[in-house]
Nanobody, 127 residues
Framework: QVQLVESGGGLVQAGGSLTLSCVAS????????VGWFRQAPGKEREFVSA????????AYHDSVKGRFTVSRDNAKKTVHLQMNSLTPEDTAVYYC????????????????????WGRGTQVTVSS
C-alpha cells in the first residue's frame, strides 16, 4: 500500500502561481503512474494531469495545458504540479492518486483507474 499526502495549496490571486506536491510513503512509488485530479464545490472530481512511471510521458486536461506542468522525482517519492496563470476556475481541492501498471510510459485520465488517494489540498484563486 502507498500513502499519499498532498501539500502546497493556498490562496492566490488570479494570474498567480502555486506548486503542489504529492509525497508518497510505503511501497515503491516509482512503480506507479500518478494522476492529479481536482474537485470544485458541487462538482465531480475531474482529471487535471498525469505522469508516467518514468516521468517521460505526461498528460493534461485541455483547460490547464500550457499553464500547468507535472514532474516527478522518484528518488524523493514526490510528484509536483506547477500551476501558473491561475484563474478562479482553478479553485478546487486537488488530489493525487496512483494507478497500477507495468508500462513505464503509461498515463491515464480515467479516475476509475486510480486508488490510494491522498486527502487533498485546497487551492483558492481570487479574482
Amino acid at each position: 500500500q502507498v500513502q499519499l499526502v498532498e501539500s502546497g495549496g493556498g490562496l492566490v490571486q488570479a494570474g498567480g502561481s502555486l506548486t503542489l506536491s504529492c509525497v508518497a510513503s510505503g511501497r515503491s512509488f516509482n512503480i506507479y503512474p500518478v494522476g492529479w485530479f481536482r474537485q470544485a464545490p458541487g462538482k465531480e472530481r475531474e482529471f487535471v494531469s498525469a505522469i508516467s512511471r518514468s516521468g517521460s510521458s505526461t498528460a493534461y486536461h485541455d483547460s490547464v495545458k500550457g499553464r500547468f506542468t507535472v514532474s516527478r522525482d522518484n528518488a524523493k517519492k514526490t510528484v509536483h504540479l506547477q500551476m501558473n496563470s491561475l484563474t478562479p476556475e482553478d479553485t478546487a481541492v486537488y488530489y493525487c492518486g496512483i494507478t497500477p501498471t507495468a508500462d513505464w510510459e503509461y498515463t491515464s485520465r480515467d479516475i476509475l483507474e486510480y486508488f490510494d488517494w491522498g486527502r487533498g489540498t485546497q487551492v483558492t484563486v481570487s479574482s
